[in-house]
């Protein structure tokens, strides 16, 4: 190595990766948990959560600043959101091959809910709320989050039934443009 690319000097510290009984801790702290959270994901795969919960550790190995210094004291919501990450990632992956099985094996196996399809829906939802701005989030979560009623939220915004019309559709219009995969008729104007 030559000068400034020690660990923890120049363009290395970039570089540095966590040690491995960093990376055995927090496995032996939150694998349990996670390989459980996993198999929810996966239907009880045992193999596919084992290959997540991997892929789940090697990101965190990758990031060594979120296992020195957790934001709110636990490293543990960081590696549920990694490992869900990952399971999505895994599953558009799938999706994105040709199907391995043919359609007689499909016709015998029961129909599972797709719990991972709908944690990325909901991500990918929650994402584009946060980028509306203020006005429109707060009338989207009246009207559609908690079921309250045009003149309902009119009166809990303070402002006439009109304009909850008006930033009802614009919200609407704003997610439309912002999650075009979910055009099929979800986020109607």
């Known amino acids: 190595m030559g000068p400034g690319t020690e660990p923890g000097t120049g363009s290395g510290a970039a570089r540095r990766r966590t040690d491995a009984y960093a990376l055995a801790r927090v496995e032996r702290e939150h694998g349990k948990a996670l390989h459980g959270f996993l198999l929810g994901l996966t239907f009880g795969d045992r193999h596919r959560a084992e290959d997540l919960l991997q892929e789940t550790l090697f990101r965190a190995w990758k990031h060594p600043e979120a296992l020195e210094s957790p934001a709110h004291g636990s490293l543990r919501p960081w590696l549920y959101t990694v490992a869900r990450r990952v399971a999505i990632d895994a599953r558009r992956a799938r999706l994105s091959r040709p199907a391995e099985v043919g359609p007689d094996g499909l016709e015998q196996s029961p129909a599972d809910e797709d719990r991972t399809e709908r944690s990325a ?10 980028s509306l701005s203020p006005d429109h989030r707060a009338v989207l979560l009246l009207i559609y989050f908690r079921g309250a009623s045009v003149c309902e939220a009119a009166e809990a915004l303070g402002v006439p039934a009109g304009t909850v019309k008006s930033r009802t559709y614009y919200a609407l219009r704003a997610l439309r443009a912002l999650l075009p995969g979910y055009d099929d008729g979800h986020l109607r104007a």
Do not use: G, N, T
Not at 121 to 127: K, M, N, Q, Y
């Open 121 to 130: 829906a909901v991500l990918d939802v929650r994402e584009a709320l946060r």
